[in-house]
């Protein structure tokens, strides 16, 4: 099949273990990001379309300029993916769910936000390099109290990394998943007030679904103390509109560790949320690691190798079979 695999923005695939897993497949490797009719020309030739996460949005005009296509082929949830379109132009979509296996890359990152935001490391660094040496005084993870605003795989693993740390954990979520953490033994806050006005950090765990879209309101924020970190590697939408920035305007948080943007790739180094003093920020590393590439990458071409086949997996519409 003719494999197109958009948006390998560090040419990382090809140098992994899984991009053997394509062998005997006419494969071209995009590395950089465009859309719209650009898009539709690179792809005129694709059987198959190997989406790296969300980073490009499958819709029906752009399906109808592929007539060729065949196959979708991502992993997780799919919200950039206009399903619907696919069953109706005959293109199969398949998308893995993730197994019951955390994300231990997305983890990380979240940790060393936690900590950078703590230690006030961005500030340090650029004064040594400025050679100014020290700026400023940090503070001590160790006795903190840690919100966790989701029961699920990353929570569970934050709340590790914080026991060994020595600081302790408040969780709150939907009902299921503050049930979830009594059950095992978590202390979940009182109330949903009590869990922001009580946490020194506050780290976001959630899916981005209908139900979580700006589930995380202005007055939520509101009630953050001044010198609180709200840290959000998961999704920019769980936030409600415009509340983050007029959060940080106020104070409450005092700042703000995010991976996450509404609109990705962010390359305006002016925006007011990115440029804002009390953000600090990465570019939507989370998943940016070799192993959780080859990781799920290798889901995403054993689904084109099973659809060439004649045995697809993993099909969200399989009645376009």
């Known amino acids: 099949m003719k494999v197109h695999i958009l948006d390998d923005w560090s040419d990382t695939l090809r140098h992994l273990p899984c991009f053997d897993r394509l062998k005997g497949h006419e494969v071209t490797v995009w590395t950089d990001h465009v859309e719209g009719p650009a898009l539709a020309e690179r792809l005129k030739e694709a059987e198959a379309v190997c989406l790296f996460r969300e980073r490009t949005r499958v819709t029906a005009d752009l399906l109808e300029a592929l007539p060729g296509l065949k196959l979708i082929s991502g992993r997780g949830a799919w919200p950039h993916v206009d399903v619907a379109a696919c069953t109706a132009r005959g293109v199969a979509f398949a998308s893995m769910k993730p197994?019951?296996?955390?994300?231990?890359?997305?983890?990380?990152?979240?940790?060393?936000l936690i900590l950078a935001a703590l230690r006030g490391l961005p500030e340090q660094m650029a004064s040594a390099k400025a050679g100014q040496w020290q700026?400023?005084?940090?503070?001590?993870?160790?006795?903190?109290?840690?919100?966790?605003?989701?029961?699920?795989?990353?929570?569970?693993?934050?709340?590790?990394?914080?026991?060994?740390?020595?600081?302790?954990?408040?969780?709150?979520?939907?009902?299921?998943?503050?049930?979830?953490?009594?059950?095992?033994?978590?202390?979940?806050?009182?109330?949903?007030?009590?869990?922001?006005?009580?946490?020194?950090?506050?780290?976001?765990?959630?899916?981005?679904?209908?139900?979580?879209?700006?589930?995380?309101?202005?007055?939520?924020?509101?009630?953050?103390?001044?010198?609180?970190?709200?840290?959000?590697?998961?999704?920019?939408?769980?936030?409600?509109?415009?509340?983050?920035?007029?959060?940080?305007?106020?104070g409450r948080p005092g700042l703000a560790a995010l991976d996450v943007f509404?609109?990705?790739?962010?390359?305006?180094?002016?925006?007011?949320?990115?440029?804002?003093?009390?953000?600090?920020?990465?570019?939507?590393?989370?998943?940016?690691?070799?192993?959780?590439?080859?990781?799920?990458?290798a889901d995403v071409f054993d689904q084109v190798n099973a659809f060439a086949a004649g045995k697809p997996v993993h099909l969200v519409n399989p009645e376009v079979l």
């Open 99 to 112: 197994a019951e296996v955390p994300n231990h890359a997305a983890a990380e990152l979240t940790w060393a």
């Open 135 to 250: 700026a400023g005084v940090g503070r001590t993870l160790q006795g903190k109290t840690i919100g966790i605003y989701g029961h699920g795989r990353i929570g569970r693993l934050i709340a590790g990394y914080a026991a060994a740390f020595g600081a302790r954990v408040i969780w709150w979520g939907s009902e299921a998943g503050r049930a979830r953490a009594a059950a095992e033994g978590g202390e979940v806050a009182a109330s949903r007030e009590a869990f922001f006005a009580g946490s020194d950090i506050v780290t976001l765990h959630l899916r981005l679904t209908p139900d979580t879209k700006g589930i995380i309101t202005a007055a939520d924020l509101a009630l953050m103390q001044p010198r609180s970190i709200l840290v959000n590697t998961a999704r920019a939408g769980l936030i409600a509109p415009g509340a983050l920035r007029a959060a940080l305007d106020a």
């Open 262 to 297: 509404d609109e990705e790739p962010l390359t305006d180094a002016g925006d007011p949320v990115l440029s804002h003093p009390r953000v600090i920020a990465t570019p939507h590393i989370g998943f940016v690691t070799e192993e959780e590439f080859d990781l799920q990458f």
